[in-house]
């Protein structure tokens, strides 16, 4: 895999962090093995990038093969695998686009690990065209925008160029709406509000929030509306307006209100007895709304899973 920087002064590690989608440990151990060439010269984890260098991702050596094939983690893939219960359900099809319902626990595209299973490689197998469909990127032909494994819900998927240009343009114009509905933790008193934590990534890979006013990180937005309380609980409408990695789950634990099943940013307060209702996140996308490539405003929604809805059903 080849890609190109569009701007001056990243470094390696942070710049495949970013593209790859993968944290800044993943993206050194890449280059630390060996398959990081930069205009066909081997890259240092720590190298700053120029406009128009080309950095080359080469195949893995058989030492690093090797070490993937070993028992521990081939055990490790298969379990990952048997979690996918579900397979995606196609929710709009047309010659232009499909609108799909991704389930939980199933990867949109493959990282440094090479997992199995992920949603391209269903859709690939279902609509093998689709590997010609937007960047060189072989990893993840046709997506313009993801969802996190533990998370379900709607996604787009373009079936041609075209198509592939204008939603990418779209996401980044900020014009496509997209609509989640969350379980949180705690009852929240305010009925509506924005919440603007900066968003940037820790030493450790993680993504955090930055208190509102501090330098560095990226601006981030998201809206939420009250639907439900309960007596431990909120069950809110979240309408993000930007797109960072981990947005929502991110903002609403900073906002004091972890995402009930989120163990990644569940927070150290949550009563341990009220951590373990779920074994996902109760977060799902189930409502997108966007301009085709005929123009027309599309507006399309998934009802929430059986499991979510059954959990809400509980606390009533």
Known sequence: MKI???????????????????????AQKIALANRVFINDKLATKHQFLKIGDIIE?????????KEKNNPVKTKLAVDIRSIV???PKVLVKNKNYLVIEKPVHMLVHATTRGETDTLVDWLLKKYPKLKKVGSDDPVRPA?????????????????????????KK?????????????????????????????????KSGKYVAMPVGAEGGKASITEFEVLQKFIHYTLVRILPHTGRTNQIRIHMAAYGNPIVGDTLYISKKI??????LLDRVFLHAQKITFVDTDGETQTVESPMPESLSKLTDKLK
């Open 271 to 276: 009563n341990p007895k009220h951590k373990t």
């Open 143 to 167: 997506i313009v925008h993801r969802l996190d494994k533990e998370v379900s819900g709607i996604m787009l998927v373009p079936r041609t160029l075209d198509a592939f240009d204008c939603f």
């Open 85 to 87: 219960k579900d397979k």
């Open 4 to 26: 190109t920087p569009k701007f001056q002064g990243y470094r390696l590690d942070m710049y495949l962090a970013e593209k790859l989608e993968i944290s800044r440990n993943q």
């Open 57 to 65: 991702i080469r195949e893995e050596t058989e030492e690093i093969q």
């Open 170 to 202: 779209q996401f980044q114009l900020r014009t496509i709406k997209k609509e989640y509905i969350a379980l949180v933790h705690g009852v929240i008193q305010n009925d509506h509000d924005e919440i603007t934590f900066p968003i940037t990534r820790s």
